[in-house]
């Protein structure tokens, strides 16, 4: 399976199955080298997904872990939910306070799962140009510190960046 060949509504390109996983599987795409991780169920809004846990625990932040606490970060056991790129249109919240994926929107078989990294990232240890395409795009995203309180009110965030917003100076 792991050599079989697709094509996604959402990216409407060849992908490849890298892995298949209880309720989804990580997709290459063989345009842009890309892997994602696409449902294999469908899912409600508020379900919870999959219970999550700490790989490992980091002072730092990088470019795999999630935020749990200021000079807390933590890798994603199991580990093929590293594979949940960002989007300003989330479809998934992890809960880091339950340990829970969470789900946001009514998701399909082949839906790609989401998250607004802000949602747990303070401040990103890898800013990027945002390239997710919906209307809500914020275009650069570097951590909910370097957003408004007006921005992270539309988003579901983590007990720890609310913590974080109600110490800073309102914006």
């Known amino acids: ?23 989804a599987r990580v997709l290459l795409n063989k345009s842009t080298g890309q892997k994602s ?6 899912f409600l809004p508020s379900q919870v997904i999959s219970k999550f846990g700490a790989g490992t625990l980091s002072p730092i932040p990088t470019y795999l872990t999630v935020q749990i606490a200021v000079d807390q970060h933590i890798t994603l056991m ?21 340990m829970e994926l969470v789900c946001l929107k009514a998701m399909n078989p082949g839906d790609e799962f989401t998250f607004f990294y802000p949602s747990t990232e303070w401040d990103m240890a ?19 510190a370097h957003l408004s309180k007006a921005t992270l009110k539309k988003y579901k965030l983590t007990d720890f960046i609310r913590q974080m917003i109600s110490r800073t100076v309102p914006k």
């Open 37 to 42: 991780l696409n449902a294999t169920t469908s």
């Open 126 to 144: 890898q800013p990027f140009d945002c390239n997710c395409g919906s209307p809500e795009c914020l275009h650069v995203i570097q951590g909910a």
């Open 78 to 98: 199991p580990e093929f939910l590293q594979y949940i790129n960002h989007s300003c249109a989330p479809t998934v919240f992890f809960d880091t306070t339950s």
């Open 1 to 23: 399976m792991h050599n079989e060949t697709i094509t996604t509504a959402r990216t409407k390109s060849a992908v490849k199955v890298i892995s298949n996983h209880q309720f």
